[in-house]
């Protein structure tokens, strides 16, 4: 999940620039939480999950890209990217504003970006954001990370998305929600900027969302097995 690029933003290479304050202000990094190949019963899919970011302490700008491409039908299901205000308020967490451009091969859709970021007790990184448009709706993110030994961690993830009205174009049902499920194990091969793992992917639909699916022919669930990277530089 993007949280921990913004931690790991004191990580990232800082932009050395006339003045030494502004070398101290200034980062930019590219995180890239999942480019990985997910194995199904009825489809593969390539998919990636990566922020790149650049500002300061006080302002970040964000490029978010998230995709799932069927290689089966050889279309993307999903193509979203998202461009991203950040300012910090509180120690953990960030308000965010910004705008959402979801373009893959069906209808397009563009909405207005309002969320929150940050850590929560026990260090479970959380993301919530609305997203305001014809069709609104709202997405829920918790992500841990366990570090088994040094090099090795385990990541469980849950998403929700909670649709708020119907948009049977693009499968959608009021208040029907899309869960997501995932348990990743990688292995720092090179410190943490690339991280090989292997893993398991769940998906489901719920209410009228599982209705639509149903209807166009397609399951309403799925399990993956995955296999990918995550890159941090």
Not at 108 to 124: E, I, K, M, S, T
Request: charged share 25%; glycine share 8%.
């Amino acid at each position: 999940m993007r949280i921990g690029l913004f931690l790991a933003g004191a990580l990232a290479p800082a932009v050395f620039l006339a003045s030494p304050a502004a070398a101290e202000s200034l980062v930019w990094g590219i995180q890239v939480e999942q480019l990985e190949y997910r194995a199904g019963d009825d489809s593969d899919v390539f998919a990636w999950d990566f922020d790149a970011i650049a500002g300061t302490d006080e302002l970040k700008f964000v490029w978010r890209s998230e995709a799932e491409f069927s290689l089966d039908e050889e279309a993307f299901e999903t193509l979203e990217n998202q461009a991203r205000l950040q300012v910090p308020i509180s120690p953990f967490f960030d308000a965010v504003a910004g705008i959402r451009v979801d373009t893959p091969d069906g209808p397009d859709r563009v909405y207005g970006v309002l969320g929150l970021q940050g850590l929560a007790q026990q260090w479970f990184e959380v993301e919530a954001d609305l997203f305001v448009g014809e069709d609104p709706s709202v997405r829920f993110e918790v992500e841990y990370e366990g570090l088994i030994t040094n090099r090795i961690t385990i990541v469980p993830s849950v998403e929700v998305d909670l649709p708020f009205t119907d948009d049977e174009a693009i499968g959608a049902g009021a208040w029907g929600p899309k869960l997501e499920v995932g348990a990743r194990l990688s292995y720092d091969l090179i410190d943490r900027v690339v991280s090989p793992y292997i893993g398991v992917h769940y998906e489901r639909l719920f209410g009228k969302s599982a209705d639509f699916a149903r209807d166009d022919g397609e399951e309403d669930d799925a399990v993956f097995f995955v296999i990918g990277t995550r890159i941090l530089f």
